[in-house]
């Protein structure tokens, strides 16, 4: 609908310019005329040689002072397309030699004369073909002007070479009975060319930039009445001779006045603009501006600061420091030197002056005024200080109500920025308080790794609602935290969601209570149903273990001893895969002694050796031979080496080269002593190392995920603890520390 307004008012602007144009075509066609008639009649016979050179003359300066306009302007940026100018020189050039020769055409020397409508033609046609090309494209960022000066220079002198040195080239123009028939022709085709330029450019009339369009089609539509003149004439003693020659001078006339004007006033009208629109951006900002010139006169004020202080721009502007000062009343009377004299003289306290005024009803305004300088003068900036406070009253109510919420709290705007946090928020995330109010959600979220699913879910504006999720982030520090996610949807009185409240409860040791519960119920569980298990269990593996032993003992067949024999050994084993789950459930008491921590490991070198020997493994021990004692239960410490050997053999299976390296020493600082096993096996990620220990967790598709639970709480009783150290596919160190006796 805008769009059909607009070119209805362009169409009724163009229509008006269209009867413009026509009004003043038909006065320059009348006025021509008279002057035509006047020039032949009173000084045509008088000299005609001189009369022609001076029209023609007339015309050619104006044709060069149009191409030294577009010269000059040519680097810019908005530049006309330079062939306008550069055409018209080559024109003017012919004209010129053009008037030259025309001198034999008053003497009848015909073939001079007919040189003479050569240039001419060649210029008429160069002319409007120059006006057609620029009628497509009038403005275009132009090349270098010398090389387009050189290319110019080069057309001029094939033209004379065409012209002048080829003669016979060119058919004749004309003769000893006047102008031929091919003359009359090509100025038609001028016509021709004229017309069509001037319907390119009929769209152009409203448009007002480097070049005024409605002179410039003024000068070509003067171009097809002259055209017509020089069709008409059999002879120089003519009289259209001469109307063509003025309508000629009338038609470079206004293409150089399209030119001339429209970039002498163009700049300056843009000025005009910008200032206009300079003054409507000071105008509408909601702050109290003014500024002031070199002479320290108030040559600005705008909106805000009119309704401030009570005073219209009229009483305010041209007025220097001293005589505002007798209108805007400052409250005090202590002197101080002008503001704008300590702003140029790059005195000090010159930002956050704060003063009181008496605007023009009397009532004191106390204002905060800051000056910098400007270019040409200084620009003065002044908030009303109560404004101000009440503004910084309500951002400091708003966060400490934020910070009195004891849960972390966060609200956001509907385009994702951060407007405002609590302590807790920032405490929860890791990141600094002042940090978090810079962000948007998008630049924390790239913080705290929160995955993009939930993210989007939680944090795109479309799917603004009030919502409850529970997710895990990583903070800048490395911690993993489990968190609940609730948001609200924050609306504006016209019910438009504006943004999102985001409260967040770490439910970390929530979610790590509810596991150790879990675990905790299954281990009761197990305990219970442990006695009867082992009980029932024990009587058929007493029966099964005194068969076998019987039949041990009776019979002669090596074969039938070996299966027993089997049965024997298998029935041990399940035997202490009870126990070991009984002593889970019920452990026994930790029988503590003092014990050589190398005496410890030494007595267990062989069973390591044969144990591991039979899965093909290449085993290292390096013990450090240092007489360290500990107080421990020897039995339970050999388990746990035993266990987490046992653990790194099988993860050894798929290894091509499987090597275990066991290593001991001790920390003199700390007084601790500790056993690296350390295995080249496939290793495990961060994720399950964190799960090392946790009761029922096992990587192994038969395990029960109790064994490793076990060392952990064996080597918690000694007041020692386990650390390990794995990267996927390169395998793993478990390193057991225990503190040592002190030799006193």
């Given at each position: 609908?805008?769009?059909?307004?607009y070119?209805?008012v362009?169409?009724?602007t163009?229509?008006k310019?269209?009867?413009?144009?026509?009004?003043?075509?038909?006065?320059?066609?009348f006025i021509?005329l008279?002057?035509?008639?006047?020039?032949?009649?009173?000084f045509w016979s008088?000299?005609?040689?001189?009369?022609h050179?001076t029209?023609?003359?007339l015309s050619?300066?104006?044709?060069?002072?149009?191409?030294?306009?577009?010269?000059?302007?040519h680097?810019?940026?908005?530049?006309?397309?330079?062939?306008l100018?550069f055409g018209y020189?080559?024109v003017?050039?012919?004209?010129v030699?053009?008037?030259?020769?025309?001198?034999?055409?008053?003497l009848?020397n015909v073939a001079?004369?007919?040189?003479s409508?050569?240039?001419?033609?060649i210029?008429?046609?160069?002319?409007?073909?120059t006006l057609?090309i620029f009628?497509?494209v009038?403005?275009?960022k132009n090349?270098n002007?010398?090389?387009a000066?050189l290319?110019t220079?080069?057309?001029?002198?094939f033209?004379f070479?065409i012209?002048?040195?080829?003669?016979?080239?060119?058919?004749?123009?004309?003769?000893i009975?006047?102008i031929t028939?091919?003359?009359?022709i090509i100025e038609?085709?001028?016509i021709l060319?004229a017309?069509l330029?001037?319907?390119?450019l009929?769209?152009?009339?409203v448009?007002?930039?480097?070049?005024?369009?409605?002179?410039?089609?003024?000068?070509?539509l003067?171009?097809?009445p002259s055209?017509?003149c020089?069709t008409?004439?059999?002879?120089?003693d003519s009289?259209?001779v001469?109307?063509?020659h003025?309508l000629?001078?009338?038609?470079y006339?206004?293409?150089?006045?399209?030119v001339?004007?429209?970039?002498?006033?163009?700049?300056?009208d843009?000025?005009n603009?910008n200032n206009?629109?300079?003054?409507?951006?000071?105008n509408a900002i909601p702050?109290?501006i003014?500024?002031?010139?070199l002479?320290?006169k108030?040559d600005?004020v705008?909106?805000?600061f009119?309704e401030l202080?009570?005073?219209?721009?009229?009483?305010?502007i041209?007025?220097?420091d001293e005589?505002?000062?007798?209108?805007l009343?400052?409250?005090?009377?202590?002197?101080?030197?002008?503001l704008?004299?300590?702003?140029?003289?790059?005195?000090?306290?010159t930002?956050?002056?704060i003063r009181?005024y008496?605007?023009?009803?009397n009532k004191?305004?106390k204002v905060?005024i800051?000056a910098?300088?400007?270019?040409?003068?200084?620009l003065?900036i002044?908030n009303?200080?109560k404004?101000e406070?009440q503004?910084e009253?309500?951002?400091?109510?708003?966060?400490?109500?934020?910070?009195?919420?004891?849960?972390?709290?966060m609200?956001?705007d509907?385009?994702?920025?951060?407007?405002?946090?609590n302590?807790?928020?920032?405490?929860l995330?890791?990141?600094e308080y002042?940090?978090i109010n810079?962000?948007?959600?998008y630049?924390?979220?790239?913080?705290?790794?929160?995955?993009n699913?939930?993210?989007r879910?939680i944090?795109?504006?479309?799917?603004?609602?009030a919502?409850?999720?529970d997710?895990?982030?990583v903070t800048p520090?490395?911690?993993e935290k489990?968190?609940q996610i609730n948001t609200s949807?924050?609306k504006?009185i016209?019910?438009?969601?504006i943004?999102?409240?985001i409260v967040?409860?770490?439910v970390?040791?929530m979610?790590?209570n509810?596991?150790?519960?879990?675990?905790?119920?299954?281990?009761?569980?197990?305990?219970?149903?442990?006695?009867?298990?082992v009980h029932?269990?024990?009587?058929?593996l007493?029966t099964?273990?005194?068969n076998?032993?019987?039949?041990?003992?009776?019979?002669d067949n090596?074969?039938?001893?070996?299966?027993a024999n089997?049965?024997?050994?298998?029935?041990?084993e399940?035997?202490?895969?009870?126990?070991d789950?009984?002593?889970?459930s019920k452990p026994?008491e930790?029988?503590l002694?003092?014990?050589?921590f190398?005496d410890?490991?030494s007595s267990m070198?062989?069973t390591i050796?044969?144990?591991?020997?039979?899965?093909?493994v290449q085993?290292?021990?390096?013990?450090?031979?240092?007489e360290?004692?500990?107080l421990c239960?020897?039995?339970?410490?050999?388990q746990?080496?035993?266990n987490?050997c046992?653990?790194?053999?099988?993860?050894?299976?798929?290894?091509?080269n499987?090597?275990?390296?066991?290593s001991?020493g001790?920390?003199?600082q700390a007084?601790?002593?500790?056993?690296k096993?350390?295995?080249?096996g496939?290793?495990?990620s961060?994720?399950?190392?964190k799960?090392?220990?946790?009761?029922?967790f096992t990587?192994k598709?038969?395990g029960t995920g109790?064994?490793?639970?076990?060392?952990y709480q064996i080597?918690?009783?000694?007041?020692?603890?386990?650390?390990?150290?794995s990267?996927v596919?390169?395998?793993t160190?478990f390193?057991i520390?225990?503190p040592?006796?002190?030799e006193d």
């Open positions: 609908m805008l769009n059909n307004k070119e209805l362009n169409k009724d163009n229509q310019i269209s009867i413009n144009i026509i009004i003043t075509f038909i006065v320059v066609l021509s008279i002057i035509s008639i006047g020039i032949f009649y009173k008088w000299d005609k040689e001189l009369v050179t029209l023609e003359l050619v300066f104006m044709g060069v002072s149009t191409f030294l306009i577009i010269w000059n302007r680097s810019s940026e908005e530049s006309i397309n330079y062939i100018g020189l080559i003017s050039i012919m004209d030699v053009h008037t030259y020769f025309y001198k034999y055409m008053i009848q001079n004369s007919d040189a409508l050569k240039y001419w033609l210029a008429r046609i160069i002319e409007v073909i057609l009628s497509y009038p403005y275009k090349g002007k010398y090389i000066m290319k220079l080069v057309i001029i002198f033209l070479y012209l002048q040195i080829n003669k016979g080239f060119i058919p004749s123009f004309y003769t009975n006047g028939l091919l003359k009359i038609y085709f001028v060319v017309a330029t001037l319907y390119r009929k769209n152009n009339l448009t007002k930039q480097l070049i005024n369009f409605k002179f410039l089609y003024i000068s070509i003067l171009i097809i055209e017509v020089f008409l004439f059999k002879s120089p009289i259209w001469v109307y063509g003025v000629k001078i009338c038609s006339y206004y293409l150089y006045k399209a001339f004007q429209s970039l002498i006033n163009y700049p300056y843009k000025i603009e206009q629109r300079l003054s409507d951006i000071l702050i109290p003014h500024t002031y010139n002479n320290n108030i600005f705008n909106k805000k009119e202080f009570k005073y219209s721009k009229e009483n305010i041209g007025l220097g005589e505002i000062s007798k209108i009343r400052k409250v005090g009377n202590n002197y101080e030197n002008s704008p004299y300590r702003v140029n003289n790059n005195e000090e306290n930002k956050n002056i009181t008496l605007d023009s009803h004191e305004i905060l800051n910098h300088k400007i270019k040409g003068g200084v003065v002044t009303d200080i404004q406070q503004i009253n309500l951002n400091l109510q708003a966060q400490t109500i934020l910070n009195s919420i004891s849960v972390p709290t609200i956001i509907y385009n994702g920025d951060i407007i405002a946090c302590n807790y928020f920032a405490d995330v890791e990141v002042e940090d810079k962000m948007n959600i630049a924390l979220n790239n913080i705290l790794k929160l995955n699913n939930e993210f879910k944090f795109c504006p479309i799917n603004f609602k919502d409850k999720i997710c895990i982030i520090k490395g911690n489990n968190i949807i924050i504006n016209y019910n438009e969601i943004g999102l409240m967040v409860q770490d970390s040791k979610k790590e509810q596991i150790k519960l879990i675990n905790q119920e299954k281990l009761a569980l197990l305990g219970q149903m442990g006695a009867t298990i029932e269990t024990r009587n058929f007493t099964i273990k005194g076998s032993q019987l039949i041990q003992l009776y019979t090596e074969r039938i001893k070996r299966f089997k049965i024997n050994s298998d029935t041990d399940v035997n202490r895969i009870i126990s789950f009984l002593n889970l026994r930790t029988e002694e003092e014990v050589a190398y410890l490991i070198k062989s050796e044969t144990s591991s020997l039979m899965s093909k085993v290292s021990l390096k013990l450090d031979y240092d360290r004692y500990i239960d020897e039995t339970q410490i050999k746990v080496i035993l987490i046992k653990n790194a053999v099988e993860a050894l299976e798929q290894v091509s499987p090597k275990l390296l066991i001991t001790y920390n003199e007084k601790e002593v500790y056993i096993i350390e295995d080249n496939k290793g495990m961060e994720d399950i190392i799960k090392i220990g946790t009761p029922f990587t598709k038969t109790l064994g490793l639970n076990a060392c080597i918690k009783e000694h007041k020692g603890r386990i650390q390990i150290e990267k596919g390169m395998g160190i390193t520390i225990i040592y006796l002190d």
